[in-house]
DNA sequence: GTCCCACACCCCC
DNA sequence: ATCCGACCCATTCGG
DNA sequence: CCGAATGGGTCGGATGGGGGTGTGGGAC
């Protein structure tokens, strides 16, 4: 469920609770990086005469529990959070302010819960011994919790089923559920194409397009009823009826129930044409109605998990897409299959990449560091993230484009940081460009030039750079800026500037309406 | 009393 | 989304 | 032959742009 409560609620109960003001704790919370700090030293409760009830397990499960919303829904809140502030004793405080976030900073998060949940379970077991070839039994039972629970994430069922019938009969007593989401497979980015193709030398493998939409896992019972999901298993149902209206119509008629694996990807059916992400976004998210609809998506199937009852899930990629291309038909617009290929050829793997990432494989830029914002949590005492900016010719200014806060090692991090904190400024100056929204805990004079990667460029409401050059009020930015490497042979006017900025945009693919559909058929 | 906008939150990448 | 660092484990290297 | 070095995988926690939705406050 959403708490819908975050830093500047906290920060609100934080201020009331122990009398001081929100700048105040937050002018504390830039020293100390976390909220939760924040709160222990504030050292709540000391001054009260008369402590309120220790704190149980449940009642501050109860209270995160109260849904409030609706008028006055942020006040109750806020007083939710006084009162078990006021109660917190001890360490308390700390880990209350960040259960309320979400994060607790402590080292182990879910997969060590999973982990400890088996482990857990050999040692309590009494349902049986563990199965003799098993050499290490904790290892092992930390391994089918994580397993399971990719197939069925559901803590009370499988919690009950460890305590009824031990953590070995699990992959037994916990199944797969049409309905129920499964964790998504992930990919991982490689490091170097050359690196990679080489390992793969006459090995065959197989690739497939991956498309810049929006993961969803479509599940179609027997009953006819479906559910979309999201990649972190958010229920996305609402959000695509016309989804749902695409996959009843073009399953074929033997498919009576299903789960697949697709990206839902913006689409323009006139000109038969992929549409950026940044399309796809603007859709209504709740409640939607099918004659709402005004920005129309295609579905890019790429895998098959279950079908008429069977599930696919142990069956290899190879069987598993046989399924998929047999259950379905294509509709260009509709519903597509990934593009794919399947080859132990270096050569036809290369071109089939270079194809579908059609020489982009990411943008670099020079850009110019002229601002700064305190870390969080192990960045507290560093800047956590830098504001950047390209330097435009026509209006002898610098403007600002993204901010970035990785890619650094932490010594280069600790190395920028102290450098740039020397060239520290009280204001920003006259040509720095940059909207009011964006506004750094410190300024630097424009002195040194950064290498930034980005995977595309974006219109942006905040950022400025190009403003003009591509729309006449809104800027470019960048996704997924991060550091490859300081230019120390660079000059801050010697860097990318917006006059390319705007070219680099218009360069992308995507962004040329116009652009003849056999140019793109394969994006 | 109504409407609109800013902001906070959450989720997508 | 991307990236880094800590950690674990398996394999390889070098004395 | 054995310990050290290396490399791969997993996990947690830093950090990015951007858009929809709901709430609350200000303008009218």
Same mark, same amino acid.
């Given at each position: ?5 975050g ?8 201020a009331?609770?122990c ?7 937050? !002018? ?54 006084k ?30 819960l999973?982990?400890a ?27 089918? &919790? ?15 089923a ?6 070995? !009969? ?21 490091t170097?194409?050359?690196k990679?193709?080489n390992?793969f030398?006459?090995?065959g ?8 939409g ?17 990649k972190k ?11 749902a209206a ?11 129930s299903?789960?697949?694996?697709c990206?839902?990807?913006a ?19 709740k ?7 005004? *920005?129309?998506v295609?579905?890019?199937?790429f ?26 038909e294509?509709?260009?617009?509709f519903?597509q ?6 080859s132990?050829?270096a ?20 850009? &110019?560091? *002229? ?11 560093v800047?956590g ?36 904190? $020397? ?10 460009r ?25 219109? $942006?409401n ?6 003009d ?8 930015s960048?996704?997924c ?7 120390p042979?660079?000059v ?8 390319q ?19 793109n058929?394969?994006?």
């Amino acid at each position: 469920m959403e708490l819908g409560i975050g830093k500047s609620s906290i920060v609100k109960a934080l201020a009331e609770t122990c009398g001081r003001s929100q700048k105040e704790i937050y !002018r504390q919370f830039k020293d100390l990086g976390d909220l939760g700090l924040v709160a222990q030293a504030s050292r709540l409760s000391q001054s009260m005469l008369l402590k309120p009830d220790a704190l149980t397990v449940t009642k501050v499960f109860n209270t995160f529990l109260a849904k409030e919303s609706g008028q006055n829904s942020r006040e109750k809140k806020k007083n939710h959070i006084k009162s078990l502030l006021l109660a917190a004793t001890d360490c308390e405080p700390l880990y209350l302010t960040r259960l309320l976030q979400k994060e607790l900073r402590i080292g182990a998060s879910e997969q060590t819960l999973l982990s400890a949940l088996g482990q857990a379970a050999v040692y309590s077991e009494e349902h049986a011994e563990p199965p003799p070839e098993i050499q290490s039994p904790s290892e092992e039972a930390a391994k089918i &919790v994580k397993q399971v629970y990719s197939v069925l994430p559901d803590y009370d069922k499988i919690v009950c089923a460890l305590l009824s019938d031990g953590v070995w !009969r699990l992959p037994t007593t916990c199944n797969f559920t049409p309905g129920v989401p499964v964790g998504p497979m992930l990919s991982n980015a490689i490091t170097s194409v050359s690196k990679t193709l080489n390992k793969f030398q006459n090995v065959g493998f197989t690739c497939e397009y991956k498309y810049d939409g929006e993961r969803a896992q479509i599940h179609y019972m027997e009953n006819g009823s479906i559910e979309i999901y999201s990649k972190k298993a958010e229920r996305n149902t609402k959000k695509f009826p016309d989804v749902a209206a695409a996959v009843a119509r073009l399953k074929k008629i033997a498919v009576s129930s299903f789960v697949m694996d697709c990206e839902i990807v913006a689409y323009d059916r006139a000109k038969q044409k992929i549409l950026p992400l940044q399309v796809l976004s603007t859709r209504a998210r709740k409640n939607v109605a099918a004659s709402d609809i005004k *920005i129309d998506v295609c579905i890019f199937a790429f895998d098959l998990l279950y079908l008429n009852g069977q599930a696919l899930l142990k069956e290899n990629l190879q069987i598993r897409r046989k399924h998929l291309y047999a259950s379905f038909e294509e509709e260009s617009g509709f519903l597509q299959f990934a593009t794919s290929i399947t080859s132990n050829n270096a050569e036809e793997i290369k071109k089939f990449l270079d194809e579908s990432v059609n020489a982009s494989l990411g943008d670099t830029l020079d850009l &110019v560091p *002229i601002g700064a914002f305190h870390g969080c949590g192990q960045r507290a005492g560093v800047y956590g993230t830098f504001l950047l900016a390209c330097y435009d010719n026509d209006n002898e200014e610098f403007q600002t484009i993204c901010k970035t806060g990785i890619g650094f090692s932490e010594k280069e991090l600790e190395k920028c940081s102290a450098r740039l904190r $020397s060239k520290m400024i009280p204001r920003p100056t006259t040509y720095y460009r940059h909207a009011e929204k964006i506004k750094p805990d410190v300024w630097f004079e424009a002195t040194e030039a950064w290498e930034v990667k980005a995977s595309d460029l974006t219109i $942006s409401n905040v950022y400025q750079a190009a403003v003009d050059k591509v729309d006449s009020d809104k800027g470019i930015s960048l996704r997924c800026p991060r550091l490859v490497r300081v230019r120390p042979d660079k000059v801050p006017e010697d860097t990318t500037s917006s006059e390319q900025v705007a070219e680099m945009f218009k360069d992308q693919k995507q962004n040329h309406p116009n652009k003849s559909k056999t140019t793109n058929k394969n994006e």
